[in-house]
């Protein structure tokens, strides 16, 4: 069925006023920033209302409109603060200009049914408008940061040859430093012994109790799933008490009865602490991508002679791999980036990256952590993309997406 769009226009007095808030919003931002809140609000409400009644005035001149609310906004910001500011006013002109013309001239309603009672459509864009303040106060931190650590002088704040763009305001001395300082590396090492060993333990563990917990003739699969994810839901401090009472039992007979060295046994320790807390995303990811899992294939290999083990490397493994492998970079980001769990099993001799960026944090003040910060926010990124490709790859092969 073919839907007939009509050609929407809001009154004036609904464009202006909707313009009235955003631009009281924007001015409620810039006036805190500039040490006066109401003012702000005020200039920026009266602004963007008498933009919009002008724009709409002149509705067939949109293009040279836009533009000059563009330079206009960028002027504005550069008189304020200087490059940095100017650069945000660009941003504010070039998002208004479009805004004023999406609201005035209806363009809100143009990939909407007509049929929506203007209730509905506030609502269809509030919710992403919540969604997308949300994003934005979760991402803000992580924006700070790695501009940051590009910072030439040996500060956590942004310095006035940052904030000019000055070229001398930012340097590469911070990574330099993480590739080059003897701790740093020693850390970095750690980590990329540690975070693979606890992963392929995950993995391994984690699948097989997936696998057998799927399987509807298990009594108290229900509870048993409950125990083996609790290491997720447990608030990690009382993990880590409880992991360093019975690793120290552990990690005692090891060194005395078995007369492995302490190192070796520091290693072993903080790998087993790191496998538990990655069993449960191995779990959850597995569980969910066996529930699309066509159990006839398996008794259909095994019909045709297959062994169990046979049955499920050559038929169950490649459909559920998806999931494996995403419970794998849970698992090994969940090693990777921990640091509580760690202070209490391991040693000095076993100080992973996350724990050396908490003692730079405490002892030393190390601009060099922002450089790691950084690197760690790519690598986790980069991870995460991967699992949302084979989250797509799993759906496809199951049938549920299109190809």
């Given at each position: 069925?073919?839907?007939?769009?009509?050609?929407?226009?809001?009154?004036?007095?609904?464009?202006?006023?909707?313009?009235?808030?955003?631009?009281?919003?924007?001015?409620?931002?810039?006036?805190?920033?500039?040490?006066?809140?109401?003012?702000?609000?005020?200039?920026?409400?009266?602004?963007?209302?008498?933009?919009?009644?002008?724009?709409?005035?002149?509705?067939?001149?949109?293009?040279?409109?836009?533009?000059?609310?563009?330079?206009?906004?960028?002027?504005?910001?550069?008189?304020?603060?200087?490059?940095?500011?100017?650069?945000?006013?660009?941003?504010?002109?070039?998002?208004?200009?479009?805004?004023?013309?999406?609201?005035?001239k209806g363009r809100y309603r143009a990939h909407l049914v007509p049929y929506l009672t203007p209730g509905q459509v506030l609502w269809h864009y509030a919710f992403r408008v919540i969604c997308g303040a949300i994003f934005i106060f979760l991402i803000t931190p992580i924006l700070v940061v790695m501009p940051l650590s590009f910072n030439a002088e040996d500060f956590f704040t942004f310095t006035p040859e940052m904030l000019r763009f000055d070229p001398e305001g930012y340097s590469l001395k911070h990574y330099q430093d993480f590739f080059t300082n003897s701790d740093w590396q020693?850390?970095?090492?750690?980590?990329?012994?540690?975070?693979?060993?606890?992963?392929?333990?995950?993995?391994?563990?984690?699948?097989?109790?997936?696998?057998?917990?799927?399987?509807?003739?298990?009594?108290?699969?229900?509870?048993?799933?409950?125990?083996?994810?609790?290491?997720?839901?447990?608030?990690?401090?009382?993990?880590?008490?409880?992991?360093?009472?019975?690793?120290?039992?552990?990690?005692?007979?090891?060194?005395?009865?078995?007369?492995?060295?302490?190192?070796?046994?520091?290693?072993?320790?903080?790998?087993?602490?790191?496998?538990?807390?990655?069993?449960?995303?191995?779990?959850?990811?597995?569980?969910?991508?066996?529930?699309?899992?066509?159990?006839?294939?398996?008794?259909?290999?095994?019909?045709?002679?297959?062994?169990?083990?046979?049955?499920?490397?050559?038929?169950?493994?490649?459909?559920?791999?998806?999931?494996?492998?995403?419970?794998?970079?849970?698992?090994?980001?969940?090693?990777?980036?921990?640091?509580?769990?760690?202070?209490?099993?391991?040693?000095?001799?076993?100080?992973?990256?996350?724990?050396?960026?908490?003692?730079?944090?405490?002892?030393?003040?190390?601009?060099?952590?922002?450089?790691?910060?950084?690197?760690?926010?790519?690598?986790?990124?980069?991870?995460?993309?991967?699992?949302?490709?084979?989250?797509?790859?799993?759906?496809?092969?199951?049938?549920?997406?299109?190809?």
């Amino acid at each position: 069925m073919k839907l007939v769009t009509t050609n929407f226009r809001p009154s004036q007095t609904f464009t202006v006023s909707v313009l009235a808030a955003a631009g009281a919003i924007a001015g409620l931002l810039v006036g805190t920033s500039q040490g006066s809140t109401l003012l702000g609000l005020v200039i920026g409400a009266a602004l963007l209302a008498a933009l919009a009644f002008g724009a709409m005035a002149m509705e067939d001149q949109e293009r040279p409109i836009r533009w000059a609310i563009l330079i206009g906004f960028g002027l504005i910001g550069f008189l304020i603060g200087g490059v940095s500011a100017g650069v945000v006013g660009l941003l504010f002109g070039w998002f208004f200009g479009w805004f004023i013309y999406w609201i005035g001239k209806g363009r809100y309603r143009a990939h909407l049914v007509p049929y929506l009672t203007p209730g509905q459509v506030l609502w269809h864009y509030a919710f992403r408008v919540i969604c997308g303040a949300i994003f934005i106060f979760l991402i803000t931190p992580i924006l700070v940061v790695m501009p940051l650590s590009f910072n030439a002088e040996d500060f956590f704040t942004f310095t006035p040859e940052m904030l000019r763009f000055d070229p001398e305001g930012y340097s590469l001395k911070h990574y330099q430093d993480f590739f080059t300082n003897s701790d740093w590396q020693l850390s970095f090492r750690n980590s990329l012994i540690i975070a693979p060993i606890a992963t392929i333990i995950s993995v391994s563990l984690g699948t097989l109790a997936a696998i057998g917990l799927s399987q509807s003739h298990v009594p108290g699969r229900r509870a048993i799933m409950a125990i083996l994810i609790s290491p997720m839901i447990v608030p990690l401090i009382i993990s880590a008490t409880g992991m360093f009472f019975f690793y120290s039992q552990i990690g005692l007979f090891l060194e005395n009865d078995i007369g492995l060295s302490k190192t070796f046994v520091g290693y072993v320790k903080i790998i087993l602490a790191h496998a538990v807390l990655g069993i449960p995303f191995v779990i959850i990811t597995v569980t969910a991508t066996l529930v699309g899992f066509d159990r006839s294939l398996t008794r259909a290999a095994a019909n045709m002679g297959a062994n169990p083990v046979t049955t499920f490397f050559r038929v169950q493994m490649p459909l559920i791999l998806p999931g494996v492998i995403s419970g794998a970079l849970f698992a090994f980001i969940t090693s990777f980036d921990e640091v509580v769990v760690v202070l209490f099993v391991g040693s000095a001799r076993q100080k992973t990256l996350p724990w050396q960026m908490f003692t730079g944090l405490r002892e030393q003040i190390s601009p060099t952590i922002l450089a790691v910060a950084t690197i760690l926010v790519v690598i986790s990124i980069a991870l995460l993309t991967v699992v949302e490709l084979l989250r797509r790859r799993s759906e496809r092969l199951r049938g549920m997406s299109p190809g």
